[in-house]
């Protein structure tokens, strides 16, 4: 439902809406607690659910910015979020600045992984799967370069030289 409760012994006290649809992630420190939800974003709240911040993952661009996984340091005004996508971001929680321009790390989110090609003649390969998109990595450092979403999934791919 999406809600967040509190309780004292077996009595209900307080019930918020903390997001639309349902809450993915939820991550407590002696400052609060933190949740992620279906809908992207990542709340902040008191311990007595009172509302403090709130961050949307969408704005990353995110394939999937469902959140599955959140972590606060409040002592270091840092977020890290994982993703549905499989994509793990980390932000500040002062001011939602993207520490990273992009995720942290990122990969192939839904079922299996089909394609890949090396470049003929770029430190650079690809990779396609199930999740429709298109993923160009670089060899040396294993990150990711680019992406972009495919209107279908795919069994192969190819450069062409």
């Not at 420190?29 to 009172?50: F, P």
């Not at 995110?62 to 340091?73: D, E, I, Q, T």
């Not at 996508?85 to 089909?114: Q, R, V």
Request: with cysteine.
């Amino acid at each position: 439902s999406g809600h967040l409760y509190q309780w004292q012994g077996r009595n209900c006290v307080k019930a918020v809406k903390a997001h639309e649809g349902n809450t993915g992630a939820l991550y407590s420190t002696d400052e609060g607690i933190a949740s992620g939800g279906k809908d992207g974003k990542v709340r902040l709240w008191s311990h007595s659910l009172e509302p403090r911040a709130v961050f949307d993952i969408t704005t990353f661009g995110s394939v999937n910015p469902s959140v599955r996984s959140v972590c606060w340091k409040p002592e270091e005004a840092k977020l890290l979020v994982g993703t549905m996508a499989s994509e793990i971001y980390e932000f500040s929680s002062t001011d939602s600045e993207n520490l990273h321009g992009g995720p942290l790390i990122s990969g192939h989110y839904k079922e299996e992984l089909w394609g890949l090609a090396i470049h003929p003649s770029r430190a650079e390969y690809a990779t396609v799967g199930d999740d429709c998109t298109i993923r160009i990595w670089d060899l040396r450092s294993r990150k990711l370069l680019r992406m972009r979403k495919l209107p279908d999934r795919s069994r192969c791919v190819a450069f062409s030289p």
